[in-house]
């Protein structure tokens, strides 16, 4: 018996679990991906090119909204969740809508689908998105070149473009995220790594683009997306934790897992948070992952000229994706504000336009700063119209990239960076990095 199958995703994990798992399948046959989370993905068609000779026609994607219709119109047995930084409770609920209509709900084993490479693999994971997985990535990388080894980055996906035009993408240059037609989302992961010399890699078929990083590298760095399991078999496995959201780690899929597999426990962020809440995080760790070793760091703010916040009216652009499905209502550039003395964080919310205010409706605790949202060019067109129209005497912009030099701001900017740090309390991440990896 074939068992007709939907695919529920956020255009990343889905296509992963579809090529490794489903594809070549005979056993299955998937009718749809559903999508979710992120601006226009759906309506569109995971296309024939990529989806193997079982499927002539392709994928078709549908929004998540059209769920129960599509179970009862193509008569589907099972249905896959295959995306990340949901809610236990949430991911239930949707378990519960599918079983109503009649099918079964699989969660897929976070080994099922990872694959093995002939080179260590150091996986950088996370319990939530904006732990800051993006610069313990950076931090690791340094360790491992340092140690004169060659490294390679792979990037969890993000394809959010033409898909036949991204089944394997490599940036070594700046010139690479024009080619490949990046995003604001993509710049901001890869930029900060290609800009301190890493090659990067990322894209749709995994199996492919691990055969060529493989050719590169000595040590692969797997730099995971939200709280995902990672794609590769680490033979080192960093996930790291966030104490300002002190016990998500036990609550939202599919972090906790990466929680337990964790062989080095990074409680990220120690020198802003509070100490009872670092505490509930060890105990966390230390009752659901006895061996790994917990390493204490800082995210480290860095600004060039500080003495230009004192006294000023800011509008404060955080990282988008830490304050949308991630949940945080304050990043670095809130922290900055209040710690150089900004007069007053401008409520962003007021000036949205188009999609940001959309994103507002969506997520309305995030009212207070700007997100810097830039999925497509209409959005990134939104974000310029919003920073223009916000009445303030100062931009602070702290996203992992140096956005004022993708869009077109009127406004006195200043630039917000946040890096890997460890804590003197504690072991170093090198001394563990380096003990388990063996180099």
């Known amino acids: 018996m074939v068992e007709n199958v939907i695919i529920m995703g956020a255009a990343g994990r889905d296509f992963h679990n579809f090529n490794i798992y489903f594809k070549n399948n005979p056993r299955y046959h998937v009718v749809a991906f559903t999508a979710t989370q992120i601006p226009d993905i759906d309506d569109r068609l995971y296309p024939l090119a990529l989806a193997g000779e079982l499927y002539p026609q392709g994928v078709p994607i549908y929004h998540e909204k059209e769920l129960g219709p599509l179970i009862r119109k193509h008569k589907v047995d099972l249905v896959a969740f295959s995306y990340s930084d949901v809610p236990h409770t949430d991911v239930m609920h949707k378990a519960s809508r599918v079983m109503a209509e009649g099918a079964d709900f699989i969660l897929i084993g976070a080994t099922y689908t990872m694959l ?135 609550r939202y899929y599919p972090g906790e897992t990466n929680m337990i597999m964790a062989d080095i426990a990074v409680i990220n962020k120690v020198d802003s948070a509070e100490a009872d809440q670092i505490e509930m995080v060890r105990k966390n760790i230390v009752a659901h992952a006895p061996e790994a070793d917990i390493v204490l760091a800082e995210s480290a703010i860095l600004v060039s000229s500080p003495e230009q916040i004192k006294g000023k009216r800011v509008l404060v652009v955080e990282d988008g994706p830490t304050l949308t499905h991630g949940e945080m209502t304050f990043g670095a550039g809130t922290i900055a504000a209040h710690r ?22 969506k997520y309305p605790q995030i009212r207070q700063v700007l997100p810097a949202m830039g999925y497509g060019p209409q959005q990134v067109n939104d974000l310029e119209e919003t920073i223009r129209r916000a009445e303030c005497d100062l931009v602070l912009c702290a996203t992992p990239i140096d956005l004022p030099k993708l869009l077109q701001i009127d406004k006195p900017t200043l630039r917000v960076r946040y890096e890997y740090q460890d804590s003197p309390k504690g072991p170093q991440l090198e001394e563990v990095l380096t003990r388990r990896l063996d180099i």
Not at 145 to 151: A, I, M
Not at 216 to 231: K, L, R, Y
Not at 345 to 353: P, W
């Open 116 to 250: 093995r490479s002939s080179k260590p693999v150091v996986a950088v994971c996370a319990v939530r998105t904006g732990c800051g997985k993006s610069q313990t990535t950076r931090k690791v990388c340094r360790i491992v070149k340092n140690r004169g080894r060659r490294v390679v980055a792979v990037r969890h996906p993000m394809p959010y473009g033409d898909l036949t035009q991204q089944v394997v993408q490599r940036f070594a240059h700046h010139a690479d995220f024009d080619r490949h037609h990046c995003t604001i989302e993509e710049r901001e992961e890869y930029e900060p790594l290609v800009d301190q010399g890493i090659i990067v890699y990322a894209g749709i078929d995994y199996q492919a683009i691990l055969a060529e990083a493989e050719k590169e590298a000595d040590v692969i760095v797997w730099d995971g997306g939200n709280n995902d399991t990672p794609f590769y078999h680490p033979d080192v496995h960093i996930v790291v934790f966030d104490p300002h959201r002190a016990g998500h780690e036990c």
């Open 340 to 361: 150089y003395g900004a007069a007053e964080i401008v409520e962003a919310a007021q000036f949205a336009v188009g999609s940001i205010r959309d994103t507002y409706t």
